[in-house]
């Protein structure tokens, strides 16, 4: 079992820089692949990066590909989501998501634990 709890969400204008957490908790953590997925009003769902349990590579959504960076810390049980440049149309509820022992996967039902997710909107 896995719990997740996001933060750091908030308003940014377009250009600026916002820095997500995601605190878990469980023994197991450090074995989860681990996901950040967003979802805008009236849309789907949508992968933006994760990273396997095996500490493999880690891969962006094209749309963020540059601008964000995913990293994790195993032994505080966190990982983190460095956005820059930020786009309005980066709005949406952020979600971490976790994985127990599955490989990287780009679809959100893959996924078995779930935080409650936290508001980024960027203003133009």
């Known amino acids: 079992q896995v719990q997740l709890v996001e933060s750091g969400g908030g308003l940014v204008q377009a250009g600026g820089s916002l820095r997500l957490s995601c605190a878990g908790s469980?023994?197991?953590?450090?074995?989860?692949?681990m996901g950040w997925f967003r979802q805008a009003p009236g849309k789907e769902r949508e992968f933006v990066t994760g990273n396997s349990w095996t500490g493999g590579s880690t891969f962006y959504a094209d749309s963020v590909k540059g601008r964000f960076t995913f990293s994790r810390d195993n032994v505080l049980n966190r990982v983190y989501l460095q956005m820059n440049s930020l786009k309005p149309e980066d709005t949406a509820v952020y979600y971490c998501?976790?994985?127990?022992?599955?490989?990287?996967?780009?679809?959100?039902?893959?996924?078995?634990?779930w935080g409650q997710g936290t508001q980024v909107t960027v203003s133009s």
């Open positions: 998501a976790a994985r127990a022992l599955g490989p990287l996967s780009w679809v959100s039902d893959d996924y078995e634990y």
């Open positions: 469980g023994r197991t953590f450090s074995s989860s692949t």
